[in-house]
C-alpha cells in the first residue's frame, strides 16, 4: 500500500504531489454534482432543482460531523505515522472507529424519526415538499456509506496514500452519474431516481475502500480485530476530532441557517442559489484540498519533530492557495452567466441573474476562504483545533448575522445574503492571522517563528 513520508523532498513538490490526487477526487466528485444539478434542472424542472438544492445543504450538514470526526482522527493517525509508533496507530485507529461508527447510528437514525420537523424548519415552500421529502428520506439511508469512505480515506491519507481513495471515489462518481442518466433521464424516476442513484454510489465507494485498506494493511486488520476503547486514547482523538467535528458543523449549520433565509425568497432564488453554490463549491474546491493536503504534511512533520520544515511550508502554502484563488475568482468574473446556463435554461433569465449576481459578489473574493482554509488545516495540524473552531464561528457567525440583518432591507434584499459571506471570511482570516502572528514564539520552533514574522 503506497505510503508517502511527508517528512523529507522539497516542500513545493511534497505538497503539491500529495494533494494532487485529493484534488483530482474532489473534482470528481464536483463533476458530479454539476451532473446531478444538471440532470435535475434539465429534467424534472427548476422547482425540483429548487428542492434537491435545499435537500443537498441539509445533507452536507450531517455529512460534515462525521466528516469532521474522520479529518480529527487522520490528524492523531498522521503524528502516530510521523513518530513510527505501529501500536499507538493501531490503537487510535480502533477508538477511532468505535466513536464514528456509534455518531453514524445516530446520525442516520435520528434524521429520518425528525424528518417532517427537518423540513418545516427548512421553511420548505409547499410546493416542492413532497418531492424534498422524498429525496431526504433515500439519501439518509446511505450516511453509514459515507462513514466508511471518509473514515478509511482518512486513514490512507494520513499514511500519505491519496492515490487509492481517488480511485474509488472515481468509480464511485462515473456509477453515480451513469445512474443519475438512467434513472432519472431515461426511467423518469425524478428526485427519487436522483437520490438512489447517490446512495448506491456512495455505498460501491465505502465498501470498496474498506474491503482495499483491510486486504493491503496488517495495521487497520489488527485494530479492528482487537478494538478496545481506550481511554487515554478517546480523549487525544476526542481533543482533534470534536473540535474538527464541531467546527465543520458549526460551517455547515450556518449554511443551512442561511439556506432557510434563502427558501422564504421562494424556488426562484432557491433554483439560482442551488446553481450558483455548485458553481462555487466547483471554483474554489481546489484551495480547499490544498488546506487538507497542507495539515497533512505539517501534522506527520510535527509528529517526526522536524519542525524547521513548518515555516517553508506555510509559505509555500500561501503563495500557492493564493495565486489559485486570484486566477479562479478572474476566470469566474468573465464566465458566471454561461456556467449558470449549464444548469438553466437561458430562457429562466431571472434565476441565471441571481445567480450571476450571486456569482459576482462571492467569486471575487475567493483569497478569503484560500487563506481561512490554510488557517483550518495549520491549527488542525498543530493540535489546536479549537481555534479552528474559534475562526468558524466568527465567519459563520458573521456571515448568518448580516444575512439575517441586512436582507430584509428592501434596498439590498436577498444580495446582502451573499455579500454576507465574502465579510465573513475576512473576517476570521484577520483574526487566525494575528493569532498566529501573537502566538508564533510558543506556536513553531524560534527560527521557523522568525520566518514566519517576516
Same mark, same amino acid.
Given at each position: 500500500?503506497?505510503?508517502?513520508?511527508?517528512?523529507?523532498?522539497?516542500?513545493?513538490?511534497?505538497?503539491?504531489?500529495?494533494?494532487?490526487?485529493?484534488?483530482?477526487?474532489?473534482?470528481?466528485?464536483?463533476?458530479?454534482?454539476?451532473?446531478?444539478?444538471?440532470?435535475?434542472?434539465?429534467?424534472?424542472?427548476?422547482?425540483?432543482?429548487?428542492?434537491?438544492?435545499?435537500?443537498?445543504?441539509?445533507?452536507?450538514?450531517?455529512?460534515?460531523?462525521?466528516?469532521?470526526?474522520?479529518?480529527?482522527?487522520?490528524?492523531?493517525?498522521?503524528?502516530?505515522?510521523?513518530?513510527?509508533?505501529?501500536?499507538?496507530?493501531?490503537?487510535?485507529?480502533?477508538?477511532?472507529?468505535?466513536?464514528?461508527?456509534?455518531?453514524?447510528?445516530?446520525?442516520?437514525?435520528?434524521?429520518?424519526?425528525?424528518?417532517?420537523?427537518?423540513?418545516?424548519?427548512?421553511?420548505?415552500?409547499?410546493?416542492?415538499?413532497?418531492?424534498?421529502?422524498?429525496?431526504?428520506?433515500?439519501?439518509?439511508?446511505?450516511?453509514?456509506?459515507?462513514?466508511?469512505?471518509?473514515?478509511?480515506?482518512?486513514?490512507?491519507?494520513? &499514511?500519505?496514500? /491519496? $492515490?487509492?481513495? =481517488?480511485?474509488? @471515489?472515481? *468509480?464511485?462518481?462515473? %456509477? !453515480?452519474?451513469?445512474?443519475?442518466?438512467?434513472?432519472?433521464?431515461?426511467?423518469?424516476?425524478?428526485?427519487?431516481?436522483?437520490?438512489?442513484?447517490?446512495?448506491?454510489?456512495?455505498?460501491?465507494?465505502?465498501?470498496?475502500?474498506?474491503?482495499?485498506?483491510?486486504?493491503?494493511?496488517?495495521?487497520?486488520?489488527?485494530?479492528?480485530?482487537?478494538?478496545?476503547?481506550?481511554?487515554?486514547?478517546?480523549?487525544?482523538?476526542?481533543?482533534?476530532?470534536?473540535?474538527?467535528? &464541531?467546527?465543520? /458543523? $458549526?460551517?455547515? =449549520?450556518?449554511? @443551512?441557517? *442561511?439556506?432557510?433565509? %434563502? !427558501?422564504?425568497?421562494?424556488?426562484?432564488?432557491?433554483?439560482?442559489?442551488?446553481?450558483?453554490?455548485?458553481?462555487?463549491?466547483?471554483?474554489?474546491?481546489?484551495?480547499?484540498?490544498?488546506?487538507?493536503?497542507?495539515?497533512?504534511?505539517?501534522?506527520?512533520?510535527?509528529?517526526?519533530?522536524?519542525?524547521?520544515?513548518?515555516?517553508?511550508?506555510?509559505?509555500?502554502?500561501?503563495?500557492?492557495?493564493?495565486?489559485?484563488?486570484?486566477?479562479?475568482?478572474?476566470?469566474?468574473?468573465?464566465?458566471?452567466?454561461?456556467?449558470?446556463?449549464?444548469?438553466?435554461?437561458?430562457?429562466?433569465?431571472?434565476?441565471?441573474?441571481?445567480?450571476?449576481?450571486?456569482?459576482?459578489?462571492?467569486?471575487?473574493?475567493?483569497?478569503?476562504?484560500?487563506?481561512?482554509?490554510?488557517?483550518?488545516?495549520?491549527?488542525?495540524?498543530?493540535?489546536?483545533?479549537?481555534?479552528?473552531?474559534?475562526?468558524?464561528?466568527?465567519?459563520?457567525?458573521?456571515?448568518?448575522?448580516?444575512?439575517?440583518?441586512?436582507?430584509?432591507?428592501?434596498?439590498?434584499?436577498?444580495?446582502?445574503?451573499?455579500?454576507?459571506?465574502?465579510?465573513?471570511?475576512?473576517?476570521?482570516?484577520?483574526?487566525?492571522?494575528?493569532?498566529?502572528?501573537?502566538?508564533?514564539?510558543?506556536?513553531?520552533?524560534?527560527?521557523?517563528?522568525?520566518?514566519?514574522?517576516?
Amino acid at each position: 500500500m503506497r505510503q508517502r513520508d511527508m517528512t523529507k523532498g522539497p516542500v513545493f513538490r511534497t505538497i503539491s504531489i500529495f494533494a494532487l490526487p485529493m484534488l483530482l477526487g474532489n473534482l470528481l466528485q464536483q463533476m458530479y454534482n454539476v451532473v446531478d444539478t444538471w440532470v435535475v434542472g434539465n429534467c424534472i424542472g427548476s422547482d425540483a432543482l429548487a428542492g434537491v438544492g435545499s435537500a443537498y445543504t441539509l445533507m452536507v450538514f450531517l455529512t460534515s460531523i462525521l466528516l469532521g470526526l474522520c479529518m480529527g482522527s487522520g490528524v492523531v493517525f498522521s503524528l502516530c505515522f510521523g513518530q513510527k509508533d505501529e501500536q499507538k496507530l493501531k490503537e487510535s485507529v480502533g477508538t477511532a472507529f468505535l466513536l464514528i461508527a456509534a455518531a453514524t447510528v445516530l446520525l442516520t437514525v435520528l434524521p429520518l424519526l425528525a424528518l417532517d420537523s427537518i423540513l418545516a424548519w427548512l421553511n420548505i415552500p409547499q410546493e416542492i415538499l413532497t418531492l424534498t421529502r422524498e429525496y431526504l428520506f433515500i439519501v439518509f439511508l446511505g450516511i453509514p456509506a459515507v462513514f466508511a469512505y471518509n473514515f478509511f480515506a482518512a486513514y490512507l491519507k494520513a &499514511l500519505g496514500n /491519496s $492515490v487509492a481513495p =481517488l480511485i474509488f @471515489l472515481g *468509480v464511485s462518481t462515473v %456509477v !453515480n452519474i451513469a445512474l443519475d442518466l438512467l434513472f432519472v433521464a431515461a426511467f423518469g424516476w425524478g428526485t427519487a431516481g436522483a437520490a438512489g442513484a447517490t446512495i448506491l454510489a456512495q455505498y460501491i465507494s465505502g465498501t470498496g475502500v474498506c474491503a482495499y485498506v483491510l486486504k493491503k494493511d496488517s495495521v487497520m486488520r489488527s485494530a479492528l480485530g482487537h478494538m478496545k476503547l481506550n481511554c487515554k486514547g478517546m480523549r487525544e482523538i476526542a481533543g482533534y476530532s470534536v473540535f474538527t467535528c &464541531l467546527q465543520q /458543523s $458549526v460551517m455547515n =449549520l450556518g449554511i @443551512l441557517m *442561511v439556506q432557510g433565509l %434563502v !427558501n422564504s425568497f421562494g424556488t426562484t432564488i432557491m433554483a439560482a442559489f442551488a446553481a450558483a453554490v455548485k458553481i462555487d463549491s466547483f471554483a474554489y474546491m481546489p484551495a480547499q484540498e490544498y488546506g487538507n493536503a497542507f495539515s497533512t504534511f505539517i501534522a506527520q512533520n510535527m509528529g517526526a519533530g522536524k519542525k524547521e520544515r513548518v515555516a517553508g511550508g506555510i509559505q509555500c502554502a500561501a503563495l500557492t492557495s493564493l495565486t489559485y484563488c486570484a486566477a479562479a475568482s478572474f476566470v469566474l468574473w468573465f464566465q458566471a452567466e454561461r456556467l449558470m446556463q449549464i444548469f438553466v435554461s437561458a430562457s429562466e433569465t431571472v434565476i441565471v441573474e441571481e445567480g450571476v449576481r450571486y456569482l459576482h459578489i462571492e467569486g471575487a473574493f475567493y483569497c478569503g476562504i484560500g487563506c481561512l482554509f490554510l488557517l483550518y488545516g495549520f491549527y488542525r495540524a498543530i493540535g489546536k483545533p479549537a481555534m479552528s473552531l474559534v475562526l468558524t464561528i466568527i465567519s459563520l457567525g458573521t456571515r448568518v448575522a448580516l444575512a439575517y440583518l441586512l436582507s430584509p432591507v428592501p434596498s439590498i434584499g436577498v444580495a446582502g445574503i451573499w455579500w454576507a459571506i465574502p465579510i465573513g471570511w475576512f473576517l476570521a482570516d484577520t483574526v487566525g492571522i494575528i493569532y498566529l502572528i501573537e502566538k508564533r514564539k510558543e506556536i513553531l520552533p524560534v527560527d521557523a517563528a522568525e520566518d514566519v514574522k517576516q
